[in-house]
């Protein structure tokens, strides 16, 4: 049974800091993950979606895949008070069960 | 462009009440989501369905049942509501690598 867990729970950093947030999951079979934003009331905001070990940037979001430690990290290059909010890791295998996990969420906190 | 439409929006339910919520879309997406969201808090799955009539469990099933009776609909229903119970429940279609999500229905329970 597919386990997410994000890491840590809260963060604050200060304006133009480098932000890492870390989810790890539990199926190496996993092949399909995305990072989401959600500003408090609001709705979730894709912000990248990984599908392969390495890279992939989006604007000042970055998202490092290893599927042999079962990690999947996001960077926020230079974030901004407006970057403040919940970030949610997101885990399925699209070749085999639908199945979409979320974490339960880092919150990130940008002081300026 | 589809859309995603929940109802109500908003649902206020007294203790022990059988509770139903509504999913509709019109991306003609075979893959709907039921989610849990307490506040501050990540997404919890409760029932998930690949197809019509197909219904799948979630981590958070229990306490709650489900019915995809046509490829566009998808119902939760709460079966017996909980004292003070508070979240937003959110449903999403997906095809492919594409989610899509409703904007929620609140469920607030006296």
């Known amino acids: 049974q597919q386990k997410v867990q994000q890491s840590p729970e809260s963060l604050t950093v200060s304006e133009g800091a480098m932000a890492s947030l870390n989810c790890t999951f539990s199926?190496?079979?996993?092949?399909?993950f995305r990072w989401y934003r959600q500003h408090s009331g609001k709705g979730l905001e894709v912000l990248v979606s990984?599908?392969?070990?390495g890279e992939k940037e989006e604007g000042s979001f970055t998202a490092h895949l290893n599927r042999a430690s079962l990690h999947v990290f996001l960077h926020i290059r230079e974030p901004q008070p407006s970057d403040s909010a919940l970030y949610l890791c997101a885990v399925s295998n699209q070749g085999g069960s639908a199945k979409l996990i979320f974490g339960e969420g880092t919150k990130l906190t940008v002081s300026s | 462009g589809g859309i995603i439409t929940q109802t109500p929006k908003f649902l206020i339910g007294q203790e022990g009440q059988k509770l139903t919520l509504k999913c509709q879309q019109n991306?003609?997406?075979?893959?709907m989501y039921w989610y849990r969201q307490d506040s501050g808090k990540g997404l919890r799955l409760i029932y998930y369905s690949i197809t019509e009539n197909d219904l799948q469990k979630g981590d958070l099933s229990e306490g709650y049942d489900a019915s995809r009776e046509k490829k566009s609909s998808f119902s939760l229903t709460v079966t017996s509501a909980q004292k003070n119970e508070m979240a937003v429940f959110l449903c999403a279609s997906r095809q492919n690598e594409r989610l899509f999500f409703g904007h929620g229905t609140k469920l607030s329970v006296l």
């Open positions: 990984i599908f392969s070990d």
């Open positions: 199926d190496r079979s996993s092949d399909n």
């Open positions: 991306f003609n997406h075979d893959t």
